[in-house]
T-cell receptor, first 114, second 112 residues
Framework: AQSVTQLGSHVSVSEGALVLLRCNYS??????LFWYVQYPNQGLQLLLK????ATLVKGINGFEAEFKKSETSFHLTKPSAHMSDAAEYFC????????????WGAGTKLIIKP | DTAVSQTPKYLVTQMGNDKSIKCEQN?????MYWYKQDSKKFLKIMFS???????INETVPNRFSPKSPDKAHLNLHINSLELGDSAVYFC???????????FGQGTRLTVV
């Protein structure tokens, strides 16, 4: 069965520092992987996704993630945090094809310190 | 032009009432979903419809009933509301199974 683990329910970084949000998954087939962001009182917005091809994926707002099959990981990074990055971040996995369900991580709240 | 729109955005109601939340998508997607997000931000899928057919029906009380009049609409009707139903409900759609989902802005339901 698929599952997603996000390490750390809260991550706090200083403005300008590196952002690293961790996501590990389990899947019996090559997965599709996603990162979403949720700003306060808003819906979820897709940051980036991996389906096939290049394992380093670039997304919006300067975020990127790397699919590492050997580590079953899809960690999200940004070189320099900005105050506007403060939000909840969700990792999700699906098996694609006829599977209609995304499996979600529990979310990580990113806190930016001035 | 909003891709996935749901109404109302806020809904405050008393226990025992019946209420509906409407959702429409103009992306031409085949699959639509309802999610519940609790106070700890945990996302739980409730239902999934593909071309008006129920695909996923997770363990939710029978008081929750989805209705899909066409593939662009998926409404959620809730009977006999309880305090524990208070949450944010999100509608979403996707082009194909397992593809990325596009979310509405959410409906914050408060049962008093």
């Amino acid at each position: 069965a698929q599952s997603v683990t996000q390490l750390g329910s809260h991550v706090s970084v200083s403005e300008g520092a590196l952002v690293l949000l961790r996501c590990n998954y389990s899947s019996s087939v090559p997965p599709y992987l996603f990162w979403y962001v949720q700003y306060p009182n808003q819906g979820l917005q897709l940051l980036l996704k991996y389906t096939t091809g290049a394992t380093l994926v670039k997304g919006i707002n300067g975020f990127e993630a790397e699919f590492k099959k050997s580590e079953t990981s899809f960690h999200l990074t940004k070189p320099s945090a900005h105050m506007s990055d403060a939000a909840e971040y969700f990792c999700a996995v699906s098996e694609g094809g006829s599977n209609y369900q995304l499996i979600w991580g529990a979310g990580t709240k990113l806190i930016i310190k001035p | 032009d909003t891709a996935v729109s749901q109404t109302p955005k806020y809904l405050v109601t008393q226990m025992g009432n019946d209420k509906s939340i409407k959702c429409e998508q103009n992306l031409g997607h085949d699959t639509m979903y309802w999610y519940k997000q609790d106070s700890k931000k945990f996302l739980k899928i409730m239902f999934s419809y593909n071309n008006k057919e129920l695909i996923i029906n997770e363990t939710v009380p029978n008081r929750f009933s989805p209705k899909s009049p066409d593939k662009a609409h998926l409404n959620l009707h809730i009977n006999s509301l309880e305090l524990g139903d208070s949450a944010v409900y999100f509608c979403a759609s996707s082009q194909a199974g397992g593809a990325e989902a596009f979310f509405g802005q959410g409906t914050r339901l408060t049962v008093v």
